[in-house]
């Protein structure tokens, strides 16, 4: 066998695993993820709710819905949501409400 499509075939085998994150290092970008939406989301005391939804890399977000409560006084405490996509790339949180998420009770 010649060197160069040995060299080659050793390249191509090497770089073809997939190198999976730790479960320390999904935990600490768990915990920046969580810190960073809590610290962007307007809710008084927010926690998330279940777990953050990750999205594909071509995407680049990873999703977390977060509940809390309104500081407005004239929101009288009332719970609230809140959507947080955290950009993988930059670093960076941005909410929404997403109260709507919740049922009315209401049926059609």
Known sequence: MKAAP???FCFTAL???AHASSPDAWATYDKAVLTSCTKASGLKD???VGNAAQFDDRVGYTALL???QYPQKHM???QGTE???YNKKSKTAYVTEWDSIHPTGKTN
């Open 46 to 48: 927010s926690k998330p």
């Open 66 to 68: 977060l509940q809390g």
């Open 76 to 78: 009288k405490g009332a």
């Open 6 to 8: 040995l060299i080659l």
């Open 83 to 85: 959507l947080c996509l």
């Open 15 to 17: 770089t073809s695993h």
